[in-house]
């Protein structure tokens, strides 16, 4: 089992870029695939971002493609999002997930059974 803990979220204006991190706890970290997800108000959870659970391949969202940047730190067990010229829809609730998944990841929110609680971000106009 493994335990995660947002950090990082705030508030930004339009543009502007903010960097996530997520620490996970115990010793099997590097045996996790890990997901960003986001939640904004009245609107299902939905897919942001996944990184393997060596770091050696990411998928994101069409919506952050090329403006958002998934990594992780096996040493550190942190996994991190970067995120750049930031939109007002942007503004969500964002959660960081895991899953045992092999060498493959997942963008479902059913393929993560391990949640974090969850970092506001609001990007103001």
């Known amino acids: 089992q493994v335990q995660l803990v947002e950090s990082g979220g705030g508030l930004v204006q339009t543009g502007g870029s903010l960097r996530l991190s997520c620490a996970a706890s115990g010793r099997t970290f590097s045996s996790y695939a890990m997901g960003w997800f986001r939640q904004a108000p009245g609107k299902e959870r939905e897919f942001v971002a996944a990184v393997t659970r060596l770091g050696t391949n990411t998928y994101y969202a069409d919506s952050v493609t090329g403006r958002f940047t998934i990594s992780r730190d096996i040493a550190k067990n942190t996994v991190d999002l970067q995120m750049n010229s930031l939109k007002p829809e942007d503004t969500a609730i964002y959660y960081c997930?895991?899953?045992?998944?092999?060498?493959?990841?997942?963008?479902?929110?059913?393929?993560?059974?391990?949640w974090g609680q969850g970092t506001q971000v609001t990007v103001s106009s």
């Open positions: 997930a895991a899953a045992r998944l092999g060498n493959v990841l997942a963008t479902s929110v059913h393929a993560y059974p391990y």
